[in-house]
T-cell receptor, first 112, second 117 residues
Framework: GQQLNQSPQSMFIQEGEDVSMNCTSS?????WLWYKQDPGEGPVLLIA?????ELTSNGRLTAQFGITRKDSFLNISASIPSDVGIYFC????????????FGKGITLSVRP | DAGVIQSPRHEVTEMGQEVTLRCKPI?????LFWYRQTMMRGLELLIY????????DSGMPEDRFSAKMPNASFSTLKIQPSEPRDSAVYFC???????????????FGSGTQLSVL
């Protein structure tokens, strides 16, 4: 089946730093989504991307739909302690029966 | 507005017992999804419904798992009999709009932490 690769599994940064995460796929996707999960809660949608090359921002977050359609990037600028959590990429490929696939997630820790 | 509501938040049971997880989707949403989250496998889609009809249950691990959606505002996921390997966080999510099956803009509940001893 389809797989999304996110690495590393964990990231540790200092408050105020920028951080970049990427997500790669073995197949072409036509939708890329980025979710954040806080401890004890369900994932919350951060950004949705629907077009190759698309660059979308949501506050301090910026995400891009890769030109190859096999990857996506999420950048967080000027990190703050509440950015702590697990960041998941998710995507779906073309096709009527395509389902959303989630990556394993990256756990972000922000040191004050 | 209330989000997706799941109950119970935590469930501890013994192997062999029946477990029922409940979900109330966001009012007006027409698609509902059940996911399971574990450290090893991440988020796995178990089953999804559109307009209360099960569309794809290929992710349901085995016959011990069953899901129903008797109306637009309620769904259940049942495990009978439960086994220790079923221990995980189970999420319900809902979405609206033209049905694609891709569930792009999913709204997740807070999950049910299931522990089977």
């Amino acid at each position: 089946g389809q797989q999304l690769n996110q690495s590393p599994q964990s990231m540790f940064i200092q408050e105020g730093e920028d951080v970049s995460m990427n997500c790669t796929s073995s197949s072409i996707f036509n939708t890329w989504l980025w979710y954040k999960q806080d401890p004890g809660e369900g994932p919350v949608l951060l950004i949705a991307l629907y077009k190759a090359g698309e660059l979308t921002s949501n506050g301090r977050l910026t995400a891009q739909f890769g030109i190859t359609r096999k990857d996506s990037f999420l950048n967080i600028s000027a990190s703050i302690p509440s950015d702590v959590g697990i960041y998941f990429c998710a995507g779906s490929s073309p096709g009527a029966n395509s389902k959303l696939t989630f990556g394993k997630g990256i756990t972000l820790s922000v040191r004050p | 507005d209330a989000g997706v509501i799941q109950s119970p938040r935590h469930e501890v049971t013994e192997m062999g017992q029946e477990v029922t997880l409940r979900c109330k989707p966001i009012s007006g949403h027409n698609s509902l999804f059940w996911y399971r989250q574990t450290m090893m496998r991440g988020l796995e889609l178990l089953i999804y419904f559109n307009n209360n009809v099960p569309i794809d249950d290929s992710g349901m691990p085995e016959d011990r798992f069953s899901a129903k959606m008797p109306n637009a505002s309620f769904s259940t996921l049942k495990i009978q009999p439960s086994e220790p390997r079923d221990s995980a966080v189970y999420f319900c999510a809902s979405s609206w709009g033209p049905f694609t099956g891709r569930g792009e803009k999913l709204f997740f509940g807070s999950g049910t932490q299931l522990s089977v001893l």
